[in-house]
């Protein structure tokens, strides 16, 4: 799965109508406070379109917002090594192809991908020196 980012609980505290304090029918009631917005969080990954699923384009843009607009992944020159949430563009034959790294092992790292198996997501494992890795890109 890929890294999730982990968002601080925000804590309130309220008083139930047994602990309130009376209020006077003179002042007005109190304003609440303005509480901080929580950071958006990643798309769920089980809310994918159609789209994402028979793209590996697509599926790797939400992942990579940055992901320049290109027609195929060998649009995107590689510019660095791997790392968790870089690119790795892969050519399968004349076919290239796309796919995000969600995990880096010994001699190995583990992908998020879309279409590698007809408009299906699929994660699995690629070891360092398989032919078919062109490279890596990040923005």
Known sequence: MYPAFAVAPLLLYQRSEAQSLPQSPALPPPEAPEL???APSEPEPTQVSQAELCSCVKLARRHIPALPPIRTPGDIT???????GAAVLLKYGAVHHIAVITAINENSFSII???YKRCQITEREIRYDDPRIRGFWKP
């Open 113 to 115: 991908e879309s279409n």
């Open 78 to 84: 590689p510019n660095t090594t791997p790392f968790v």
């Open 36 to 38: 901080a917005q929580e």
